[in-house]
């Protein structure tokens, strides 16, 4: 049976120094929730809080309706996966897997079985009797899953588990992850750095930043619709153009340098605010279409897609890629108008702190 984990109010500090202050988080059954930000956010501390590797300070850990704070680690019942693996290299595969029935006295018979059984799940029982050495970095990696796994716990962590592998090896060990995480049914917090690693494996990201949560949702949800921009410019590539907003006879339209569009915003009080612009949510016309006025300063043909890099008549960067449906070819020091997909953009106010965007 799968369990919920409610975080409440939590506090950690390292010394003088506060690290999370006051997080409040709620991870379903079933879920696979991802920890995302960058190096020092905050989202490996809080993945120790809940094993137990780091002290809890203040606020709430709970499994279901049990408070964990100050239950011992091998009493949480919860598989963790590290970033190095920490596998024994003095043991075979199979003694690797069963290390944690054997410290909880498991009968030989049923250890055995549920050896072959997760060794099957994660297709690896060929290798039993291999020695570490002899594995691959993917087989490795199967090996700490299957370990983790093995005990049956009731939450499984896994802190930056791919980063050791190849980029090729990485796509495959996710989709590999995100299936088995799918078939055993465990409640999993996963923790990484990697946007596109987050977006291919979660039912549900949070995005911290300075040991602060920013925003909790689906892929698609963190993806279109970011609540601020640390989430835009974080996760994926976002253009954010100065601009001005105006409201008449209840219309609201932006306007950046010479280009006016009508945007729903959840306000109709005039002032400044940021258009985050996706790379593919613009459209390249010629000049004499309509858009902001931009000049081709280089491109990339990627064979699906080519990416443009731009600067505004103000001086501003700018980042498009268009699809390989778009015909037109666009030469270096080509003036042409960015159009934007007004139903995908999003506004935000002046400060980057919150989205405007009524949808």
């Known amino acids: 049976m799968s369990v919920e984990i409610n975080i409440t109010d939590a ?14 988080l709620n991870i379903r059954p079933s879920e696979f929730f991802t920890l995302l930000g960058p190096s020092g956010c905050g989202k490996t501390t809080l993945l120790r809080m809940i094993i137990g590797f780091n002290s809890i300070e203040g606020g709430e850990f709970k499994i279901d309706d049990q408070v964990i704070n100050n239950v011992p680690v091998n009493r949480r019942n919860i598989g963790m996966v590290f970033q190095n693996y920490a596998i024994f290299p003095n043991m075979s595969v199979k003694e690797n897997v069963g290390y944690g029935l054997k410290l909880r006295k498991i009968a030989k018979d ?38 983790a796994l093995v005990i049956e716990p009731a939450v499984l962590l896994m802190d930056e588990p791919l980063s050791n592998l190849d980029a090729k ?3 495959e060990m996710r989709n590999v992850i995100k299936q088995i995480q799918h078939d055993v049914g ?19 990201i949070a995005v911290m930043n300075h040991g602060v949560i920013q925003q909790v949702g689906t892929p698609r949800e963190i993806y279109r619709h ?10 994926g590539l976002s253009n954010l153009i100065p601009a001005r907003a105006t409201t008449v006879a209840g219309d609201t339209t932006v306007t950046m340098d010479d280009y006016t569009v009508q945007l729903p ?10 258009v985050s612009v996706r790379p593919e949510e613009f459209v390249i016309n010629s000049t004499d279409g309509t858009g902001l006025l931009a ?9 699906t897609s080519t990416h443009y890099f731009l600067k505004t008549s103000t001086g501003q960067d700018i980042e498009v890629i268009t699809d390989d449906t778009d015909t037109d070819e666009f030469e270096a020091g080509t003036k042409v108008r960015l159009a934007i997909k007004t139903d995908r953009v999003n506004v935000f106010d002046a400060e980057g ?4 965007i009524a949808r």
Request: aromatic share 4%; net charge neutral.
């Open 11 to 24: 506090v950690k500090k390292f010394g003088n120094d506060t690290i999370i202050n006051g997080l409040d």
């Open 226 to 235: 970011p609540a601020n921009t640390f989430v835009a410019t974080f996760i």
């Open 265 to 274: 915003l959840r306000t109709t009080e005039p002032g400044d605010v940021l």
């Open 295 to 303: 000049t081709v300063e280089s491109s990339v043909f990627l064979g």
């Open 353 to 356: 702190n919150t989205n405007l």
């Open 186 to 204: 465990i409640t999993t917090v996963y923790v990484t750095h990697d946007q596109e690693e987050a977006l291919a494996v979660s039912d549900r």
């Open 110 to 147: 049923e250890m055995d079985a549920r050896i072959n059984k997760i060794l099957e799940t994660v297709k690896i029982d060929h290798l039993k009797d291999r020695m570490p050495a002899k594995l691959s970095g993917g087989q490795q990696q199967r090996v700490a899953l299957a370990r």
């Open 169 to 171: 090896l990485r796509v």
